[in-house]
C-alpha cells in the first residue's frame, strides 16, 4: 500500500474532541463520569434562533448560498462589528464559513507560505499549531506567565518576531486560560505587528464572555493594524450554536477574496438554514446572550473558590470564557509524573474528565471546563478533591 498525506500524518487528532469522545463511550456504558472536557454552553440554543430556522426551511431556503454568506448575514456581521467593536467594514471585508476553526483554516490558507513563521501565545487552543502546520508554515511560541494572568506581553513578542514571521495569533478571551487582554498591551502588540509588517489573526469567539475588564478588537487601533488583522468570530460561543457551524472572519479585502476563492473549491456557503438562524441571533434579543454569560460567571466563582480549597492545587481566577486553568503540579505524587498522569488517574479512579495541559503547550496545569450546571460543578471538584487527598 503507498503511504497517506506526510502533511495530514504530522498533525495530531483533536485531544479535546478524542477525549469528549472517551467520556462519552464511557456514559454509554452506564459510567457516572464529571465531564470537564467540553468546550461548548451547555445551554440550548435560544428559542428565536430555532424559530428562524425552521421558519427558512419551511420557507424553502434550502439550497446554495452565495459562497462567502447570504449577504443580509454579512449586513448584520458589519453592524455587529460597528456596534460592539467599533470596526467599519463592508460586505466585501466578511466571508461566513462552517465554524470559526473553519474561519482560522481558511485564513492561514490564505496568508501563509512554505517556510513563514506564526507566532502563537501560550497556553494555546490546540488547533492553531495544527491549522499552522497544514498551511506548511512553522508555529513558534511565545510563553505567557501565569502571573501576568497569561497575557502575552509586547517585549515578550517582540523577541520572537523576525523576517519570516508572518503573523500572530491573538486569542482575547482565551482558551485554556480565560485571559483578557488589557487594551494599552494590546495597542502595545498592534503597533510591532504594524512595525514589522505582520498579519495578526485574532480570534474573539469568546467575545461575549468577559467578566472582568472589557473586550477591545485589536483591529479598532487604527487603519494600520486592521490592514493587517483578520478578525475570527462566530454563533457557536454567544448564541450556544456549536452544531449549527457558522463561524466568520472579517479582514482586508484582498484576504477575504483569497479565503472566498479557496471556499468555493472546499466547501462552498456554510449551511443556509443556520446562516438564517444566526441572523436572528445577531438581530433579535440579546438577553438570553446575556444570561449565559451572568450564568458562566457565577459558575467561575464556585468552581475557583473550591479549586482553591483543595491542598496542591492553585488556581488564578479567569477574566472570560468557560474554562477554569488550575496549576495541579502541587499534587503531582503516587506516580503521577506530569499533568497528562494527573488526567488519566483523575478519569480511571475518580471519574472526572479533565484535559492535561500538555496539550496546550503548558505542563503542570489541568483545562477543566465550567459549562456545565453548578451540581456537576460541585461534585466534580469533590470527586477531585477525594482523588488528591488519596495521593
Ligand atoms: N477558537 C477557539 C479559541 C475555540 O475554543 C473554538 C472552539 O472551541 C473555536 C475557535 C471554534 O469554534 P467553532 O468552530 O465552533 O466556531
Redesign the pocket.
Known amino acids: 500500500m503507498k503511504p497517506l498525506s506526510k502533511k495530514i500524518l504530522g498533525i495530531s487528532e483533536s485531544p479535546?474532541l478524542s477525549l469528549n469522545a472517551k467520556v462519552k463511550e464511557l456514559k454509554s456504558r452506564g459510567v457516572d463520569v464529571v465531564n470537564f472536557t467540553v468546550?461548548?454552553p451547555d445551554f440550548d440554543t435560544p428559542d428565536n434562533v430555532k424559530k428562524a430556522a425552521i421558519d427558512a426551511i419551511k420557507a424553502g431556503f434550502t439550497k446554495y448560498t452565495p459562497v462567502s454568506g447570504i449577504p443580509e448575514l454579512k449586513q448584520a456581521i458589519a453592524e455587529k462589528l460597528k456596534r460592539d467593536n467599533g470596526i467599519s467594514y463592508d460586505a466585501k471585508q466578511i466571508i461566513v464559513s462552517c465554524?470559526?476553526?473553519?474561519?482560522?483554516y481558511n485564513a492561514f490558507q490564505a496568508i501563509c507560505n512554505p517556510g513563514d513563521e506564526v507566532i502563537i501565545p501560550s497556553p494555546y487552543?490546540v488547533?492553531y499549531p495544527e491549522q499552522v502546520k497544514l498551511a506548511e508554515a512553522r508555529p513558534v511560541f511565545v510563553k505567557t506567565r501565569e502571573e501576568n494572568g497569561f497575557r502575552l506581553l509586547a517585549k515578550d513578542l517582540e523577541k520572537c518576531v523576525n523576517k519570516k514571521t508572518k503573523a500572530i495569533i491573538i486569542?482575547s478571551p482565551?482558551?485554556p486560560t480565560g485571559a483578557v487582554y488589557d487594551p494599552a498591551e494590546l495597542e502595545k502588540i498592534a503597533t510591532i505587528a504594524v512595525d514589522n509588517d505582520v498579519f495578526v489573526v485574532s480570534?474573539e469567539?469568546?467575545e461575549n464572555l468577559v467578566y472582568e475588564g472589557r473586550h477591545v478588537s485589536i483591529a479598532s487601533f487604527g487603519d494600520e493594524i486592521k490592514a493587517r488583522t483578520i478578525t475570527?468570530n462566530?454563533?457557536?460561543?454567544a448564541y450556544a450554536m456549536?452544531g449549527w457551524?457558522?463561524?466568520w472572519a472579517a479582514g482586508p479585502a484582498d484576504i477575504v477574496k483569497a479565503m472566498d476563492n479557496f471556499q468555493s473549491q472546499t466547501t462552498s456557503n456554510p449551511t443556509s438554514i443556520s446562516q438564517k438562524a444566526y441572523l436572528e441571533g445577531l438581530q433579535g434579543r440579546q438577553d438570553s446572550v446575556h444570561r449565559m454569560a451572568a450564568e458562566f460567571r457565577k459558575r467561575r466563582d464556585i468552581i475557583v473558590s473550591r479549586l482553591n480549597g483543595i491542598p496542591g492545587i492553585k488556581c488564578s481566577r479567569p477574566s472570560g470564557?468557560f474554562y477554569a486553568f488550575p496549576n495541579v503540579s502541587g499534587a503531582f505524587r503516587s506516580g503521577i509524573k506530569n499533568s497528562m498522569d494527573f488526567s488519566m488517574q483523575l478519569l480511571e479512579k475518580a471519574r472526572v474528565a479533565v484535559v492535561p495541559g500538555s496539550d496546550f503547550g503548558a505542563e503542570g496545569y489541568v483545562r477543566i471546563s465550567y459549562a456545565c450546571s453548578a451540581d456537576t460543578i460541585e461534585k466534580g471538584v469533590e470527586r477531585i478533591k477525594e482523588f488528591v487527598s488519596k495521593l
Do not use: F, P, Q, V
Open positions: 479535546t468546550g461548548e465554524g470559526g476553526k473553519h474561519s482560522l487552543w488547533t486569542n482565551c482558551n480570534d469567539i469568546y475570527i462566530g454563533a457557536s460561543k456549536t457551524r457558522i463561524g470564557a
